[in-house]
């Protein structure tokens, strides 16, 4: 009574159509069906079936779980599974073939061309170097500083983010343009069928704008101004700017090598208003901002940049700037929540027209 119950609670809960037939076919024997009746119902052989009931009888219930093998031995073994991913990531005109890179059908080729394997199938190529890691990618450039003063400059800003010294503020500042002023497509409630035209042939008459943005690394505050142009005028007022938000504290400003930040009067000013420009490697000036930019008023993070590649010339890993701090999130931390120069709404609704903000 009992196993007649659990064949029938396993003819309808199981997942595995397996299980599911021999059960059908034990219980069927049980209720006097003879084998010939039971495989022309399931479609399957008699001898099926007499198997299926004699193996119940002599294990039980383990018998109607299937036994699923491992699949016939592997052809290509793991020596020449290695070299497989060795030929995918050399050159091929250094084995003598006239293209620069491999396609599966061509390695698939190669492979039985030199002998390193009688016959393969180009989906099992692909399933090989899919198992090693080895993917197709695109080819990245890279280029390292040729600042002579490259570990003395770049040393000087990791101290700077890694112990902010106790009576100044450190603060990134770059700049992001030129900036477009034209109008940009929206969303509007309308008619089915008749969105708002804008014209594509927008004249631009009303020249660019540059953005020239700080943020405190101290806070999570994002200072920025709008104009019309990016000189040392222009940079020179900013600075003032932030000097007049922060009045008693030394100024410590990491940015880029652009030239007007390295104008004669920038200097003097900085000399004597306490301001210490800190200037990054050359070629490394995606670093400067810590870094938060502004797009068309959605800001995202930047949040550090490799110093380092992993290419043989320069085989160690790579290094990286530490990130900004986690209270300078979008949900704060122990600090409470960030803060931002205008809040998120405000900054979307930026009018680039405006001469400063």
Known sequence: MAEGQRLQRIGRRAKDSVKLRRAIVVLMSAQGQPAPD???LLKVTEDDVRDVIHAFN??????LHPKWSGGAPRRIDEQTRDWICVIARCDPRFLGRPFSCWSLAKLRDYLIDTGRVSTISVETVRRILHERGVSWQATKTWKAST?????????RVLDLYDHPPADGRVICVDGFGPLNLQPRPG?????????????????RDQGVRHMIAALDLGTGRLHYRIRDRRRWREFLSFLKTLRHRLPDQTLHVILDNFSPHKHPEVRAWCE????DLVFLPTWRECASTGLLVTRFGRPHRQGHCRLRTRHPTNPRPP????KVPE??????????PARWGKSRNQSARLDLGHKSI
């Open 327 to 336: 209270r300078m999130g979008p949900r704060g931390g122990a600090d409470g």
């Open 147 to 155: 600042d002579p003063d490259f570990t003395t400059k770049m040393r």
């Open 187 to 203: 969303r509007a409630w309308r008619p089915q069928g008749e969105p708002v035209r804008l014209r594509a042939t927008y004249t």
């Open 319 to 322: 290094r990286r700037i530490r």
């Open 58 to 63: 002599e294990r039980g219930f383990d018998a």
């Open 272 to 275: 004597a208003n306490q301001v």
């Open 38 to 40: 039971i495989a022309y």
